[in-house]
């Protein structure tokens, strides 16, 4: 497969003549709804005519909600190879709380398509915020803490899941090690029955980075610790901060050299984002707050306003500005320029695979690349 970058006058039959392929495949590809504008800057995935099998093994993970459409997980299952539903919770007792929205169907659907159904772990409170009174009152407390093993062993049973990724955020630094240890002791209590156990790890750059989210997650005992980790690569751009790229490729870069020097990369998952921001200039911090939006979303409001779509070749991320209701706003997302960049940083650095926060929303050109690009590995 190639990309092709819309210029000034392109249609999806002159694309489709210059490059020898259907206009129906270009549409397909890319999702392109009738009468397939095209806005100058935007990237499409177009098929040439030779095919080679893909050579990398990669694990690919995708996190969703139960309320995604079951069109959407059934479309994205085939090219997946384990899908972390979000999420379990827990009470202070270790008691574990199932997610308001039956899952059954997420994991049924995973299994009949020989994907691996991986029960997500979090200490989401009440009000739906990560709390980190819970992770300190669990991984202190022997008691709380075996309650919470014996229910995570038996839902995991229960459920027919495959496996548990812990998802902690906020964790206090007096916790790091606790943590840690709390991690190695579900991989000790779930390995005996063949359950894999992965953790989710802030995008640190160095050991002593600052930062409630940084401080409590040591990379090297945890990578030790898990069978697998991610890499939380995403969210520079965010709902709360200035406009930018959400995963630039230069900051990833950053954060992965720093986890191949604590963390064998052979358990190295990064962390990828299926969305993008639009923001409403000016930014101002504190009041501001972007809205998400779909990477097919932010290219039909750049067609709508007839704006150009422009690249940063250091970020390697698309993003344009457009006006609406006298308001001037800014949108940063993904396409598959931004995404073949961070697929190169597999094979570079030797990562085990990547995970897709999240998948709820279905984004063709980027799996139709992904596999293009890797062999994807089965459980």
Same mark, same amino acid.
């Given at each position: 497969?190639?990309?092709?970058?819309? %210029?000034? *006058?392109?249609?999806?039959?002159?694309?489709?003549?210059?490059?020898?392929?259907?206009?129906?495949?270009?549409?397909?590809?890319?999702?392109?709804?009738?009468?397939?504008?095209?806005?100058?800057?935007?990237?499409?995935?177009? #098929?040439?005519?030779e095919?080679?099998?893909?050579?990398?093994?990669?694990?690919?993970?995708?996190?969703?909600?139960?309320?995604?459409?079951?069109?959407?997980?059934?479309?994205?299952?085939?090219?997946?190879?384990?899908? #972390?539903?979000?999420?379990?919770?827990?009470? /202070?007792?270790g008691?574990?709380?199932?997610?308001?929205?039956d899952?059954?169907?997420?994991?049924? @659907?995973?299994?009949?398509?020989? +994907?691996?159904?991986?029960?997500?772990?979090?200490?989401?409170? &009440?009000?739906?915020?990560?709390?980190?009174?819970?992770? /300190?009152?669990?991984?202190?407390?022997?008691?709380?803490?075996?309650?919470?093993?014996?229910?995570?062993?038996?839902?995991? %049973?229960?459920?027919?899941?495959?496996?548990?990724?812990?998802?902690?955020?906020?964790?206090r630094?007096e916790?790091?090690i606790?943590?840690?240890?709390?991690?190695?002791?579900?991989?000790?209590?779930?390995?005996?029955?063949?359950?894999?156990?992965?953790?989710?790890?802030?995008?640190?750059?160095?050991?002593?980075? $600052?930062?409630?989210?940084?401080?409590?997650?040591?990379?090297?005992?945890?990578?030790?610790? @898990?069978?697998?980790?991610?890499?939380? /690569?995403?969210?520079w751009?965010?709902?709360?901060?200035?406009?930018?790229? +959400?995963?630039? +490729?230069?900051?990833?870069?950053?954060?992965?050299?720093?986890?191949?020097?604590?963390?064998d990369? $052979?358990?190295?998952?990064?962390?990828?984002?299926?969305? *993008?921001?639009?923001?409403?200039l000016?930014? +101002?911090?504190?009041?501001?707050?972007?809205?998400?939006?779909?990477?097919?979303?932010?290219?039909?409001? @750049?067609?709508?306003?007839?704006?150009?779509? %422009?690249?940063?070749?250091?970020?390697?991320?698309?993003?344009?500005?457009?006006?609406?209701?006298?308001?001037?706003?800014?949108?940063?997302?993904?396409?598959?320029?931004?995404? %073949?960049?961070?697929?190169?940083?597999?094979p570079?650095?030797?990562?085990? *695979?990547?995970?897709?926060?999240?998948?709820?929303?279905?984004?063709?050109?980027?799996?139709?690349?992904?596999?293009?690009?890797?062999?994807i590995?089965? &459980?």
């Amino acid at each position: 497969m190639e990309i092709y970058v819309v %210029q000034s *006058g392109d249609t999806v039959d002159s694309i489709a003549e210059s490059h020898g392929t259907s206009v129906s495949s270009i549409i397909y590809n890319n999702q392109l709804a009738y009468p397939y504008p095209l806005a100058v800057g935007q990237a499409l995935l177009l #098929s040439s005519g030779e095919t080679s099998e893909p050579s990398y093994p990669a694990w690919v993970n995708g996190y969703a909600y139960p309320f995604i459409r079951r069109d959407t997980l059934n479309e994205t299952l085939p090219y997946l190879s384990s899908l #972390s539903v979000f999420s379990y919770g827990f009470t /202070t007792e270790g008691d574990l709380v199932p997610p308001t929205v039956d899952d059954t169907f997420m994991i049924d @659907a995973a299994l009949a398509q020989g +994907v691996r159904p991986v029960l997500t772990l979090t200490p989401l409170g &009440p009000d739906g915020n990560f709390n980190n009174f819970l992770i /300190t009152a669990v991984v202190n407390n022997q008691e709380a803490k075996d309650n919470l093993l014996a229910n995570l062993l038996a839902t995991v %049973q229960e459920k027919s899941f495959q496996g548990v990724d812990i998802d902690f955020e906020y964790i206090r630094p007096e916790d790091r090690i606790p943590f840690a240890d709390f991690v190695a002791d579900v991989r000790d209590y779930l390995a005996p029955y063949g359950y894999h156990v992965s953790v989710a790890l802030a995008p640190k750059t160095s050991d002593e980075q $600052a930062g409630l989210l940084y401080e409590g997650k040591d990379y090297g005992l945890l990578g030790e610790a @898990a069978d697998s980790v991610l890499l939380m /690569t995403y969210e520079w751009g965010y709902t709360y901060g200035p406009p930018m790229a +959400v995963a630039p +490729v230069n900051q990833v870069r950053r954060v992965v050299e720093y986890a191949v020097t604590r963390i064998d990369p $052979a358990k190295i998952d990064l962390g990828i984002p299926n969305y *993008g921001y639009d923001w409403t200039l000016p930014f +101002v911090q504190g009041s501001s707050r972007a809205t998400t939006v779909s990477n097919l979303e932010a290219v039909r409001i @750049a067609v709508e306003a007839g704006v150009p779509i %422009q690249f940063d070749e250091v970020a390697m991320s698309p993003f344009f500005q457009y006006e609406k209701e006298g308001r001037l706003h800014e949108v940063w997302f993904e396409d598959v320029r931004s995404y %073949q960049a961070k697929f190169a940083l597999l094979p570079e650095y030797g990562l085990r *695979g990547m995970g897709y926060w999240q998948i709820m929303r279905f984004f063709r050109p980027n799996w139709l690349l992904l596999e293009n690009t890797f062999a994807i590995q089965r &459980p």
